[in-house]
DNA sequence: CCTACCGATCGGTAGG
DNA sequence: CCTACCGATCGGTAGG
């Protein structure tokens, strides 16, 4: 591991527990074991520390879903498979998840602009197939919009409790999420639902 | 409003937009048209008003869920009004709710201890409706506090996007939320609930 | 509520 | 990678 990748995460670590603006460049150099001006002698400033971070992930996050997409399927399969590549990324970079989703909103136009419109493209991502799903009868949904942001606010609150030692796997928390998110807390069907249950117990 | 409540108010906003660490007293000074120094003749300190926002929303929420588990009946019911109580307090309390759940952090000793174990508390009441509806046939879900925290990670995002002026009512919120979560996406049971479904078509 | 100011700390640079 | 240091800004106080 290089230097500048060693300082990447040791910052990415200290962004996640103190917040970005309450750590100092002190902070990370006495975690590095070094001074604080010899930092710069591998990246350029505090800020594109974060900006690295950020954009790493969202390239994380894009190839998770290409791959998930990739093997088509209804939409039912779909969304598992992009659920699952979303925790997968998650739980695989925890620390910089934690950024990645918390931090944005300290970097600076240009590029946090260019960081926004990425999460919507992501956020689309998921649209789509619920729309698909929608469309052809699969799913059933108050608003696409609202479903994607609950489905994806779900998922993303794995990275506050994820232990890579706990008793579940990536995999495991992917399925169960799966589960909660597509078939609900209920034993039964109920409310706009009850056209469907309606119609299975003929 | 006193000038206590003023700077309360304020001072939320700006930790809502730019993170606790990242507002400085200037800004909250400048922001009131006031110089920096007069904000002490109201408030102790910085953290001051950081604690009483956190403090004030923990009231907020056990109260909503209090006055929501009140009325009794199923576990659908109880879990149904628990959701939508916790809505309201977050759309009538936006900026205060994002401070809440996101610059806690900032707190320290012995009150982020403090506030940790009211977190805890109140996870367990949502925690407590599953594992009511799990145990008598009403819910079936992998794990009572993984399903706790999926649900109310979906709920907290809530903050991020709802705008009062927009089209849903906190009350339709609530309620797209509570289907979304009880019947999921899926217009058929699957997997863990074929048991279920299969029953139902006998 | 202001002026005047404190010591501490911030991100970052110069020069080696 | 370090020493030495910069101007700016931080949260907060004294005294009125």
Known sequence: MSRKEQIERTATALFKTKGYSATSMRDLATALGIEAASIYSHIKSKEEILQRVCFRMAQEFFEAIDAAEEAGGSATDRLKRAIAAHVQVLTHNKEASAVFLHEWRHLSEPLLGTYLALRDKYEARFREIIR????????????????????????????????????????????????MLLNGLSTKKQALHDTYSHLNTI
């Open 132 to 179: 698909a799903g929608v469309k052809n009868g699969e799913f059933a949904v108050p608003d696409e919009k609202f479903a994607a942001l609950t489905i994806l606010s779900g998922l993303n609150w794995t990275h506050t409790w994820y232990k890579p030692e706990g008793k579940m796997t990536p995999a495991e928390i992917a399925e169960n999420l799966s589960e």
